[in-house]
């Protein structure tokens, strides 16, 4: 579905437009209907600023390694993970130094469709599929995902759900 997707995506595109290009992103009707923005923000925990980085996506891709559910999984994907050692330490653009900080990544815009893998391989051996079940209920509010400054075009952040062949969608209500 997520190739389909992105093929899409390419095919619809004004001639000359490279498919990854920002205007890229605003033209593409299969952006505006399926696609959303991350966001990746760093926090530096001796000054307080935020680096945010957005990055487009068509799709979430879920590890459901340590997750029962869809919930879990999702909570999982945006949960704060400290940058405090080794090659994960964060240099700070204001203190102009290595520091202690906090990564979040969050969804920042939310989408009229939500596609959703579940990645049922494990990384460091695709071979072996894992074949647990992952609970999900026929709705989803996506708020407790969403960014906290996010002004969202519809009234709520609510989604029904439905399962396609490699993935869930969910529809904005
Ligand atoms: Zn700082």
Redesign the pocket.
């Known amino acids: 579905m997520v190739n389909l997707l992105e093929s899409m995506h390419k095919c619809c595109l004004p001639s000359g437009v490279p498919s990854e290009s920002p205007s890229a992103y605003e033209k593409s009707f299969v952006h505006k209907i399926f696609g959303g923005h991350l966001r990746s923000q760093v926090k530096?925990?001796?000054?307080?600023?935020c680096s945010n980085k957005f990055d487009p996506f068509l799709d979430l891709s879920l590890k459901i390694f340590k997750a029962e559910s869809l919930q879990k999984a999702l909570a999982n994907f945006t949960a704060a993970e400290w940058l405090d050692g080794g090659e994960r330490q964060y240099n700070?653009?204001?203190?102009k130094?290595k520091?202690r900080?906090l990564k979040q990544l969050t969804v920042h815009k939310a989408l009229y469709v939500l596609t959703i893998h579940l990645k049922r391989f494990h990384a460091h051996n695709p071979g072996q599929k894992i074949k647990k079940k992952v609970r999900f209920d026929c709705a989803l509010d996506l708020k407790p995902f969403v960014s906290g400054s996010y002004i969202s075009m519809f009234s709520n952040t609510d989604y029904w759900l439905a399962i396609g062949v490699n993935g869930l969608f969910l529809f904005s209500c």
């Open positions: 530096c925990q001796q000054c307080s600023f700070c653009q204001r203190c130094q520091v900080a």
